[in-house]
């Protein structure tokens, strides 16, 4: 009885210490920390060595001067791998981060008009909406009526129609116009897609640099390419005419 309630004093322990912020590593055991008494054995080349002796494998990772990895812990008996750990972590954090610079993020950005807006506004909040386009972004475009405006839903219609129109080698409609309260709503995407938009942004900024330098773009080192936080969208703008 002594014994089962140590057992539950443990368990609410270590949740109470979760709770508090803790957290349990996603690190393999390596070399000395593995306790097992054998382990299935994969060599540097991914040869199968076999079941082995924990200490023969210790052995054996000292003798090609390599770490001693834990790959499949839950398997019986565990996998385990004879590789430079720092090197392995070294070119996972390289590919994680490949990974990220070429991830697509789907924003929306948001455009706000007036049924009789100025044509000046109107070909203002147009370039907005084809710079957005050309990044690869959805723009949301919302009529706003006020008034007696909201009587003349027709009036919204057609400019929504009309910016439609003349972005239309950029995006295409993707949801048509549809009445939500006193505003208007349609949907624009982008032709491009958003990888696309990021490698024609990084391409364009590394000419720019290589010109700036007074070297050919071909000539441009690969360590000038640009980052992706400087290649990604900026943050959702909203215009109101």
Known sequence: MVSLNRRYAAVRQAVAWC??????????????????????????????????????????????????VEVAANARPPVCKLMDYGKFKYESAMKAREARKNQA?????????????DPHD????????VRFLKQGDKVKITIMFRGREQSRPELGFRLLQRL?????????????????????????GPHKKKTEAMAEAREAQAARKAER?????????EADEVDEEKVEAPAEEHAEA
């Open 164 to 188: 439609a129109t003349d972005v239309e080698d950029l995006g295409f409609i993707e949801s048509n116009p549809k009445q939500d309260g006193r505003n208007m709503i349609m949907v624009l």
């Open 122 to 129: 109107y070909d203002t909040k147009k370039g907005h909406v």
């Open 19 to 68: 709770y508090r912020g803790g957290s349990i590593s996603a690190e393999p055991r390596i070399n000395d920390r593995i306790r097992v008494p054998e382990v299935r054995l994969v060599g540097p080349s991914g040869e199968q060595v076999g079941i082995v002796p924990l200490a023969k494998a210790l052995e054996l990772a000292q003798e090609y001067d390599l770490d001693l």
């Open 105 to 117: 993020h789907t924003v929306i950005k948001e455009m706000k008009l007036r049924p009789k807006i």
């Open 213 to 221: 330098l007074g070297r050919g773009p071909d000539q441009s080192d």
